[in-house]
């Protein structure tokens, strides 16, 4: 069973449409994240929910939104797509930091391009 | 910036050689940690760090750690083609909520 998974590995469209990427971890963990990597491979965080609340939020364009259903899902909305959004997304996973965790846990990613 | 720093960005060695990666910062850190990511796939953790250590051992894994210099370092011993990955530091403050802060990753090569 895939711990973390996210859906779909592939995304391409065109500029100015929404788009949504899918997250569901198994492993029980109370705490996920969306990371950016760009096309030199830079990591960077962009939202962390802990048990469906909003803790991290950086400094990332509106047109982004997450939603945490529950705890076990985290998805990224997107609108108005522009070409720099282009990059491969990851999901991941962490126990609580309270708890002693916060190895993270990644997905697949999801390659998003948008033409 | 945030943003640690490695080096080399690439390294290319033959397979039974060690290979050195290094990864420095610039915030105070409650842990540093390494992550492998194979090519188009997403990342694994290697092994973490806590600031109070200086050392730690995996397998053929080796990681210290030099508060003092704010730098850590990864050591693959007897290196294996399978060993051919990017490789990241990543480290945190629990003050910021478990936020990793990720190196730009040293993309390692093992030639058989």
């Known amino acids: 069973d895939t711990a973390v998974s996210q859906t779909p590995k592939y995304l391409v469209t065109q500029m100015g449409n929404d788009k949504s990427i899918k997250c569901e971890q198994n492993l029980g963990h109370d705490t996920m994240y969306w990371y950016k990597q760009d096309s030199k491979k830079f990591l960077k965080i962009m939202f962390s929910y802990n048990n469906k609340e909003l803790i991290i939020n950086e400094t990332v364009p509106n047109r982004f939104s997450p939603k945490s259903p529950d705890k076990a899902h985290l998805n990224l909305h997107i609108n108005s797509l522009e070409l720099g959004d282009s990059a491969v997304y990851f999901c991941a996973s962490s126990q609580e930091i309270s708890r002693g965790g916060n190895i993270q846990y990644f997905g697949a990613g999801t390659r998003l391009s948008v033409l | 910036s945030q943003q640690g720093e490695e080096d080399p960005q690439a390294l290319s060695i033959q397979e039974g050689e060690n290979a050195t990666m290094n990864c420095s910062y610039k915030t105070s850190i409650n842990n540093l940690q390494w992550y492998r990511q194979n090519s188009g796939r997403g990342l694994v953790h290697l092994i973490l760090?806590?600031?109070?250590?200086r050392e730690k051992h995996s397998g053929r894994l080796r990681v210290t750690l030099d508060t003092s210099k704010k730098s850590s370092s990864l050591l693959i011993t007897a290196s294996r083609a399978a060993d051919t990955a990017s490789y990241f530091c990543?480290?945190?403050?629990?003050?910021?909520?478990?936020?990793?802060?990720f190196g730009q990753g040293t993309e390692l090569s093992v030639k058989p």
């Open positions: 760090i806590r600031s109070n250590e």
């Open positions: 990543a480290f945190s403050n629990y003050n910021q909520g478990g936020k990793l802060i």
